[in-house]
């Protein structure tokens, strides 16, 4: 089992920024890729940015260029850095651990999750 505790939510202007960090414990050598995910309200949890384990990152289209995920695997920590927030960033933001068996099935661990609110 992996667990995963996010932190770094909170209030913020738009315009201003946060960092979210994901600390994970457990079995950490199953898991190959983290990720960020968020869900608004009235809407579907959706990808924001996820990190391999060898480094490779992706983002949202919508968060290209403003957010940033990183990671220390001396602290076993994934980061997400978040400037330039806007209204429609609002949303809880759940860390993700992405995992595949050896018969090619994937899993995944959820964090319980962080709220983020930008007001305009």
């Known amino acids: 089992q992996v667990q995963l505790v996010e932190s770094g939510g909170g209030l913020v202007q738009a315009g201003g920024s946060l960092r979210l960090s994901c600390a994970a414990s457990g079995r950490i050598s199953s898991i190959n890729t983290m990720g960020w995910y968020r869900q608004g309200p009235g809407k579907q949890r959706e990808l924001v940015a996820v990190?391999?384990?060898?480094?490779?990152?992706n983002y949202a289209d919508s968060v290209k260029g403003r957010f940033t995920i990183s990671r220390d695997e001396a602290k076993n920590t994934v980061y997400l850095q978040m400037i330039s927030l806007k209204p429609e960033d609002t949303a809880v933001f759940y860390c993700?651990?992405?995992?595949?068996?050896?018969w090619g099935r994937g899993y995944d661990y959820w964090g319980q999750g962080t709220q983020v609110t930008v007001s305009s």
């Open positions: 993700n651990g992405h995992g595949v068996n050896s």
């Open positions: 990190i391999t384990s060898g480094g490779s990152t």
